[in-house]
């Protein structure tokens, strides 16, 4: 059994920070990568960013150069600084991971194999 759990989230206003925390914990489990999605009232859960275990990144376009992701392999923690937010960042974001290696993109969700349950990320004008 692997739980993957977030924290972090909360509301802060238009330009402001957060930084979103996930830990994903099992007896036996390794996490070949994990990543960030969120998903907005009435939207599709979308891609935020990933980060593999040996350190490759990959980011959506609409958070390149205001999120950065990385990641404590040896805690399965992984971290999600999120600068100069805008309201349309506002989501629950959820973290994912995986122990399964791919070649590809990590920015697909049905690639993960265990979800967190959510934190809210609340961005005001």
């Known amino acids: 059994q692997v739980h993957v759990v977030e924290s972090g989230g909360g509301l802060v206003q238009a330009g402001g920070s957060l930084r979103l925390s996930c830990a994903a914990s099992g007896r036996t489990f390794s996490a070949n990568a994990m990543g960030w999605f969120r998903q907005a009232p009435g939207k599709e859960r979308e891609f935020v960013a990933a980060?593999?275990?040996?350190?490759?990144?990959a980011y959506a376009d609409s958070v390149k150069g205001r999120f950065t992701i990385s990641s404590d392999n040896a805690k399965n923690t992984v971290y999600l600084q999120m600068n100069s937010l805008k309201p349309e960042d506002t989501a629950v974001y959820y973290c994912a991971a995986t122990g399964t290696r791919y070649s590809g993109s990590y920015s697909y969700p049905e690639l993960y194999d265990y979800w967190g349950q959510g934190t809210q990320v609340t961005v005001s004008l």
């Open positions: 980060i593999r275990s040996g350190g490759n990144t």
